[in-house]
């Protein structure tokens, strides 16, 4: 249990939202499949006297006095980083996975320069240029897309032949609700082959990737790496920027997020990620991440065998795509907001061509980091994809109150974890 003993008597207010959002997720069952519960230490470090110091610049070399501390554990979580994803330099200090990519196209792109990225209804991210974001008001996005959306073959001869007539300068690989792994080195090599940077936004499976369940992208040529520090990682919500090996690109990066696109480091983010990377160098993460994977597929099954329509047809990973519209005859949003009251949460999802809104898609996405944390297995993530396709088929409220009631005592069984030592 964490403690709140301040807050609770200066602001009760505020206490009794986060005792609320703390009952939510003790007794609920978190599907997103971009989040995940956090140990007590990286809690603790997070809200360590770290959160009071400013400290413009990188180790060594900063701008404020009093950075004996700082200089240290900002080491630390670059050398962890490394040491974790094979990479020669690392940048801690993205706040975000947003900041992370836009600083990425700051260093490595002039403005109107062109960015290669995988369709956003396909699987891509808003910070691959959607519309909506400044940054498509910067540099020129194309796309490429899957071939078969049953199986979730990417075109690659279409995204080599867009490689040549677009010339991009860089080449992105990378997704936010993708279920299937790509051909790394066919992307690397067609970034090579038009004089482009192979970038990969690897936010929702740095997990998989630390863990040894998912291939790394720098093993097949690629030139940098962005992604959050949470997600499957379970650390701090933070990003981060790797680069395999080019101390040139590696200069153009820090400089591209301080001064480039933010000011002083969140250093008490930065220790917890720190922290969080000595959790996921512990072998027992191996562990974690198979069973993530394990677990996303036992709950894909369970959707294939009762005649459903998943996105690319399953996972190699840890989340699933659902045409809910096609399977059950209801909405991404309903869908969702009916599981939410039996205390499953997930997430309504655009497909991939979808014919409906964004604001109420045709999908959900759902994803198995979270429970897998909790300690799950397969049968019991069968277990939950049951009790989800029972309330999408009868959607009636004693449906919904008798599971929200079997979603309550499976999270009893299984309480969020404290610390991540000996823990699958
Ligand atoms: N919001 C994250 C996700 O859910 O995938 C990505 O930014």
Known sequence: MHTYDHIESEDPEVFSIIQGEDKRQ??????????????????????????NKYSEGYPGKRYYGGQEFTDQIETIAIERAKKLFGAAYANVQPLGGANANIAMYMALLEPGDTVLGMDLSH???????????????VFRFVRYKMKNIETGEIDYDLLRETAIAEKPKIVLAGFSAYPRELDWRRIADIAHEVG?????????????????????????????????????LRGPRGGMI??????????????????????????????????????????????YARQVVMNAKAMADVFLADGARLITGGTDNHLLLLDVW??????????????????????????????RKPMDPSGIRFGTPSLTTRGFTTSECEAVAKMMIEILKKRDDETVERVRE???????????????????
């Open 26 to 51: 003790a007794e609920g069952l978190e599907l997103i499949p971009s989040e995940n519960y956090v140990s007590t230490a990286v809690r603790e470090a997070m809200s360590s006297s770290l959160t």
């Open 123 to 137: 699987g891509g991210h808003l910070t691959h240029g959607h519309p909506v974001t400044y940054i498509s008001k």
């Open 196 to 232: 482009a940077y192979a970038v990969a936004d690897v936010a929702h499976i740095a997990g998989l990737i630390a863990g040894g369940s998912a291939k790394n992208p720098f093993d097949y040529g690629f030139d940098v790496m962005t992604r959050t520090t949470h997600k499957t």
């Open 242 to 287: 790797l680069i395999r090996e080019s101390e040139e690109v590696a200069k153009k990066i820090d400089k591209a997020v301080f001064p480039g696109l933010q000011g002083g480091p969140h250093m008490h983010q930065i220790a917890a990620k720190a922290v969080s990377f000595k959790e996921a160098l512990n072998p027992a993460f191996k562990d």
């Open 326 to 355: 096609s399977s059950y005859e209801i909405s991404g949003g309903e869908a969702e907001t009916l599981l939410d009251r039996a205390g499953i949460t997930l997430n309504k999802n655009s497909i991939a061509d979808d014919t």
């Open 406 to 424: 079997e979603v309550r005592v499976l999270a009893a069984a299984h309480p969020i974890p404290e610390s991540f030592v000996n823990l699958v």
